[in-house]
């Protein structure tokens, strides 16, 4: 009996390729494609995520917990996005579907400054914590998801290019390119992009590089000029809906601009026909004068003046840490004109604006440094001060946490002649639980100084001790509150002022806390204090 020979196995079927691959374009071509895309996608998030925080700090402030929120955010983001886009690429192995996900994720990025203007307000009336988790969620969730797709998505059609021989080298090729783009990304926003560009104009920038290789994508994938309209008009519509609802201009504003610290502002009204030009950082309204004469606006800027309560009632040297609008430095100045008055500010765009819009160059006695306070004090270890004045704190939402440590401190302390004074800004509370950062803060200059003094500047107003106000400390190694108590001042003279607004130190809860370098829970207080 014949036998008949057995059947060869069929051949196992080929994985199918991306429809690139057939007719689109060459292997090659593709794979290039897919690297450049992914490094372009790797950039982009790091820009977003970069300049996101520029947008943020305005409403949300420059604390530890918006970048918290903000890296938090993009990091789930893209774990999200890696599941979705390996799960799509095996369900759809055509290149056009990179083209869609990064489409979809320009539309989203030319609506991220419309959508804050419509919503940072309100959402930031829900805390330093909160209200940043939820900005971030809305603005940058979505798109960090569809951009987070990328990378998985083209090591899946990087492998089908080269028959998913080299798996390891196409997961290992698409992931050092993508790693490089967030290092250029990163690099670009912090150096260049953010001191070169408007925010809003960086974010419509990257959205149109986005829309740009999406079309390419579609190209690439040989789909039909119909088939790629839909992508076009919403990149469209989404940049002239963005563009539409630009915030206008607030009248009264001379200058405003984008730097790399702070979205800085300058603005000029007539109250009480007295010209007030004001220096606002972010949201705060930092310092300010008659923009005719120079005289100062604010009462906390006069301040300074307490170092007069001393014997001899005089400044030879000082030192402010922190610009405002240079109201103080050139007003010590013009008082003592003998006097070598320094200011570090860490916003070199601040002192810049000082030059042009607050009579900087008109007092060259006072000179001005780029650069941060600690560093400052540390590269000038030889040099004393007759009064150091602190002022580098950035509204009600943030404190440069290590501008406020025993440490620090100390070296204020190191740079003040025998009978020189510490005085500082502090916007806080002097009752109840917003005063938590006044009692702490006390704590920490007692460490240091034997005498610490304390002056509610809205004590002669009728404001309730335990809502924020301007609260000056201030800090000496000779007992002042005699020369307070016992000082002769007539009615209506800025001492009598000054000194009326002098409150005793029992008035304000004692605290535990006790800054340091090490262990500093000022951001967190301060939120607290905000949810109060």
């Keep these: 009996m014949s036998r008949t020979p057995a059947k060869s196995p069929a051949p196992a079927p080929q994985a199918a390729e991306p429809a690139t691959n057939a007719n689109a374009a060459s292997p090659r071509g593709t794979r290039f494609f897919l690297g450049l895309s992914c490094f372009l996608a790797g950039a982009a998030m790091m820009v977003i995520e970069i300049c996101a925080y520029r947008l943020l700090a305005p409403f949300f402030g420059n604390s530890v917990y918006t970048w918290t929120a903000l890296i938090g955010v993009i990091l789930i983001a893209f774990s999200a996005g890696g599941f979705l886009g390996g799960h799509l690429a095996d369900r759809k192995m055509a290149l056009d579907l990179l083209g869609w996900l990064l489409a979809g994720s320009a539309v989203l990025t030319f609506f991220i400054p419309a959508l804050h203007t419509a919503f940072a307000l309100s959402l930031s009336a829900h805390g330093l914590i909160a209200g940043p988790v939820m900005i971030s969620l809305l603005l940058f969730a979505i798109p960090g998801i569809l951009l987070g797709a990328v990378s998985p998505a083209a090591v899946r059609f990087y ?58 994508a579609f190209l690439l994938a040989k789909n039909t000029l119909k088939q790629q309209a839909p992508v076009i008009l919403s990149g469209i519509f989404a940049f002239g809906m963005s563009w539409l609802t630009a915030p206008t201009p607030k009248p009264g504003v001379l200058f405003e601009h984008e730097s790399f610290y702070h979205h800085i502002e300058v603005s000029e009204r007539q109250v009480d026909g007295i010209m007030r030009r004001v220096l606002q950082l972010d949201s705060t309204a930092e310092g300010g004068m008659d923009a005719k004469t120079g005289d100062l606006i604010m009462p906390y800027q006069q301040y300074w003046k307490l170092a007069l309560l001393r014997n001899p009632a005089k400044v030879s040297s000082a030192l402010f840490i922190g610009a405002g609008a240079f109201g103080m430095p050139e007003n010590v100045s013009r008082d003592f004109p003998e006097a070598a008055v320094d200011v570090v500010e860490i916003d070199p765009q ?117 809502r924020v106000r301007n609260v000056i400390l201030m800090c000496s190694r000779e007992d002042l509150k005699p020369l307070i108590k016992d000082r002769y001042a007539a009615d209506g003279s800025w001492e009598k002022r000054l000194i009326d607004t002098h409150i005793p130190a029992g008035t304000v809860p004692r605290s535990a806390y006790v800054f340091t370098d090490d262990h500093n829970p000022v951001d967190a207080i301060i939120a607290r204090g905000l949810l109060e």
């Design 350 to 466: 601040v002192i810049e604006v000082g030059r042009k819009y607050f009579k900087l160059d008109e007092h060259p006695r006072v000179k001005a440094h780029a650069g941060d306070a600690r560093r400052y004090l540390l590269e000038n270890g030889g040099k004393k001060w007759d009064l150091i004045f602190g002022d580098a704190y950035n509204g009600v939402r943030q404190i440069p946490p290590h501008l406020v440590t025993q440490e620090f401190y100390q070296q204020i302390a190191d740079h003040l002649e025998p009978k020189g004074v510490f005085i500082m800004n502090l916007i806080a509370a002097v009752a109840g639980p917003r005063s938590e950062l006044t009692s702490g803060m006390l704590a920490t200059l007692r460490k240091v100084f034997p005498h610490v003094e304390i002056f509610d500047v809205e004590a002669l107003g009728h404001y309730p001790p335990d």
């Design 159 to 216: 492998s089908l290019t080269l028959k998913d021989t080299h798996v390891g080298a196409a997961a290992g090729t698409i992931s050092m390119l993508g790693s490089l783009g967030s290092f250029v990304g990163t690099f670009l926003s912090g150096f260049f992009l953010l001191s070169t560009f408007g925010v809003r104009s960086i974010f419509f920038g990257t959205a149109a590089l986005l829309l740009v290789l999406a079309v390419a």
